[in-house]
């Protein structure tokens, strides 16, 4: 199948889409949907589908001899060395780093905030947890035009999703 967006080509990813209320899927290609994540007036983020790492970027940033004199005021780690090593010398780097972190995450991530890695699910859950997901969108979107029937409804199966879900979860004690 052709990506829905580019129609050039082969779509690799499946999402659905809430639009007046529908959820619509949709099949794009890594491309697109890096070109859609890198735009921020889109507002559009998916959680788990990063975009290949740009070494390119960690390369040029740390080859920067900007990078080389900004420095750790607590450990001393310069930028450059950070980026080389892929990782940052203590708490106070994110500070001392705040201004240049930004542009390096767009680069390795699909947003700014962390989502941190999926645990693995069985199947069935997997699909539970998408249909809440797609019923919570549709909530928000019946709220917005404020169809409060279709509201009610939504939340009464979104409460039998959550329970379900719940139900199969392990018990902290």
Same mark, same amino acid.
């Given at each position: 199948?052709?990506? *829905?967006?580019?129609?050039?080509?082969?779509?690799?990813?499946?999402?659905? *889409?809430?639009? $007046?209320?529908?959820?619509?899927?949709?099949?794009?290609?890594?491309?697109?949907?890096?070109?859609?994540?890198?735009?921020?007036?889109?507002?559009?983020?998916?959680?788990?589908?990063?975009?290949?790492?740009?070494?390119?970027?960690?390369?040029?940033?740390?080859?920067?001899?900007?990078?080389?004199?900004?420095?750790?005021?607590?450990?001393?780690?310069?930028?450059?060395?950070?980026?080389?090593?892929?990782?940052?010398?203590?708490?106070?780097?994110? /500070?001392?780093?705040?201004?240049?972190?930004?542009?390096?995450? %767009?680069?390795?991530?699909?947003?700014?905030?962390?989502? +941190?890695?999926?645990?693995?699910? $069985?199947?069935?859950?997997?699909?539970?947890?998408?249909?809440?997901?797609?019923? %919570?969108?549709?909530?928000?979107?019946?709220?917005?035009?404020?169809?409060?029937? /279709?509201?009610?409804?939504?939340?009464?199966?979104?409460? +039998?999703?959550?329970?379900?879900?719940?139900?199969?979860?392990?018990?902290?004690?």
């Amino acid at each position: 199948m052709l990506c *829905e967006r580019c129609h050039k080509r082969l779509a690799t990813l499946r999402y659905s *889409e809430v639009i $007046d209320g529908k959820a619509i899927a949709r099949s794009i290609c890594q491309t697109c949907l890096n070109a859609i994540q890198g735009d921020a007036s889109t507002g559009f983020e998916m959680s788990g589908a990063a975009p290949p790492p740009r070494h390119d970027l960690f390369q040029r940033m740390a080859t920067d001899r900007l990078a080389r004199h900004i420095v750790c005021s607590s450990c001393g780690l310069q930028l450059a060395e950070g980026l080389q090593r892929g990782v940052l010398g203590c708490p106070v780097c994110y /500070d001392s780093f705040a201004d240049h972190l930004p542009n390096v995450l %767009r680069g390795i991530q699909p947003g700014l905030r962390h989502r +941190g890695k999926m645990p693995s699910r $069985d199947a069935s859950r997997e699909q539970l947890h998408m249909q809440l997901q797609t019923k %919570r969108a549709l909530l928000r979107s019946a709220l917005k035009t404020e169809n409060y029937e /279709d509201a009610a409804r939504l939340r009464d199966e979104i409460k +039998g999703l959550e329970t379900t879900l719940n139900a199969g979860a392990p018990h902290k004690g």
